[in-house]
């Protein structure tokens, strides 16, 4: 995502445009320049607006002003001040109360002058110091540089001793709140996919976290999918953080702007264009961080996890399910018309499993890569082994539809429902097991056995046990 601030996009519309800067040499030149602006500065209360007049501005050149010597009636200059002179320099010191003041930077210095009527420059120099003017006149200097730091950013430059930092302001007309809103668009599109990213790692990192409890992994095994699991711990954590910052920054903006807001007054611009490089470069961080847990997915999810885990397809396909796999007593097998192993299926139909009891814990998983019924397998096993080391765990229902899987692991269980085709509750995974711990006890008596009516699956018929076994 790429956004401008609003001064950074009237630079770029106007460049073209300044080809020709207002400058006063000598002679005629400067007499034409005094000619169009006269009076300037020289009521400084009529000069200072509460408007701004220019909406962007970019660096000129390192030189000594004529101006500062004798076209200051104002400020520290005044002995040399010229009675003829048309034009004072307007300095921030003077215009602006003390208890105001900010530490001097370029964006200080121009949100002064751009509420100066007629201002066209403005000059920075000794760091700390502002003045603006119509024009300037460049004279012979010494050899020293604009060398000195701004007071209040180490980071650019305000003149030196003897020579002041010149920018040239300019007026491009763009309009802010068309702006601002393209900004809030922009930002509130990338804040919306670094979510969309955040919650597809959670899965995930939670899918991890469980294996790392439950699976019995070698030591090379398991430190490599430890070291997975820290870099999506990570990679989560820092796109939180970057999704939090950007909607702050967001939320400011929107903020600034909302309600009957005078976008011409050069303290509401100021505001708005600050809250607008905030959000700029908060939502820039969270674009680069979405990028970054993107390609961390890219490389550390699906196939990479299985391969981390030892689990390639070949072995998944072969891979038996657990011998409780939808496990039920033999009379029930005759009933059904099931033969000793369920788990792949019973004569004539797809079984499908459903427990009923009481929930002890649950959780899901996503897979982006891989079949249903590979990606169902591996899940199984995971949902299998976390259950057999969770205290008061006694079953499983394992379910889930496409590459999406949820674990419902039961403390006790009730009764079964059966279906003899696929998909009869929504799902094309619908699974499940009882450990022998808690099958193989006179708990199974306990058990109820339905077989969903094949016109509709809301009904179900109980399975009796047969008068044989009863008895």
């Known amino acids: 995502m790429q956004m401008s601030s609003f001064a950074l996009l009237c630079f770029l519309s106007c460049f073209a445009q300044t080809s020709g800067l207002v400058v006063a040499h000598a002679g005629n030149d400067l007499k034409r320049h005094e000619a169009g602006t006269p009076g300037f500065g020289l009521d400084m209360n009529a000069s200072v607006t509460e408007h701004t007049h220019s909406d962007g501005f970019f660096a000129v050149e390192c030189l000594a002003d004529r101006n500062m010597i004798h076209a200051d009636k104002h400020g520290t200059g005044h002995l040399m001040f010229e009675p003829a002179s048309p034009i004072s320099i307007v300095r921030y010191s003077e215009a602006v109360p003390r208890p105001k003041w900010e530490k001097m930077t370029q964006q200080v210095c121009f949100n002064f002058c751009r509420t100066v009527k007629d201002a066209q420059f403005f000059g920075l120099f000794r760091g700390d110091e502002c003045y603006c003017a119509p024009y300037y006149v460049k004279t012979a200097g010494d050899l020293s540089a604009c060398d ?99 909607q702050k920054a967001y939320d400011d903006l929107n903020a600034t702007v909302a309600g009957e807001v005078d976008l011409t007054l050069g303290s509401t611009v100021a505001k708005v264009e600050a809250a607008q490089m905030v959000a700029q470069k908060q939502c820039a961080a969270l674009a680069a961080q979405t990028k ?13 996890i299985r391969r981390a885990l030892n689990f390639t397809m070949d072995e998944l396909n072969y891979r038996q399910m657990p011998a409780e796999w939808n496990r039920m007593p033999d009379w029930a097998l005759q009933e059904l018309g099931c033969d000793s192993d369920p788990s792949d299926g019973c004569t004539g139909f797809d079984l499908t499993y459903w427990i009923a009891g009481r929930t002890l814990d649950d959780f899901e998983e996503h897979y982006d890569n891989g079949t249903m019924q590979e990606n169902g397998m591996n899940f199984a096993w ?90």
């Not at 970054?292 to 990479?304: C, D, L, N, Q, V």
């Not at 799902?427 to 077989?451: E, M, R």
Request: charged share 20%; proline share 2%.
């Open 148 to 246: 000195m730091p701004c007071a209040g950013n180490s980071a650019q430059l305000c003149g030196g001793t003897s020579k002041q930092s010149m920018f040239e302001m300019h007026k491009c007309g763009t309009d802010l709140q068309g702006l601002v809103d393209n900004s809030l668009s922009q930002c509130q599109a990338t804040i919306s996919e670094g979510n969309q990213k955040w919650l597809e790692a959670q899965p995930i990192l939670m899918g991890l976290d469980k294996q790392l409890k439950v699976a019995e992994l070698s030591g090379v095994i398991r430190e490599s999918v430890q070291e997975i699991a820290r870099g999506w711990a990570q990679q989560s954590r820092d796109t939180k953080n970057r999704i939090e910052d950007a």
């Open 292 to 304: 970054s847990i993107s390609a961390y997915e890219e490389h550390h999810a699906g196939p990479g």
């Open 382 to 471: 995971l949902c299998y082994e976390y259950c057999k080391a969770s205290t008061g765990c006694v079953a499983a229902d394992v379910y889930g539809t496409d590459n999406t899987f949820a674990c419902r692991m039961l403390s006790s269980v009730s009764g079964t429902r059966l279906a003899k085709t696929k998909e009869k509750w929504g799902y094309s995974f619908d699974n499940g097991f009882i450990l022998n711990n808690h099958f193989l006890t006179p708990a199974q008596d306990t058990f109820k056995w339905y077989v969903a009516k094949d016109d509709d699956a809301s009904r179900y018929t109980k399975m009796i046990k047969p008068v044989s076994l009863t008895e």
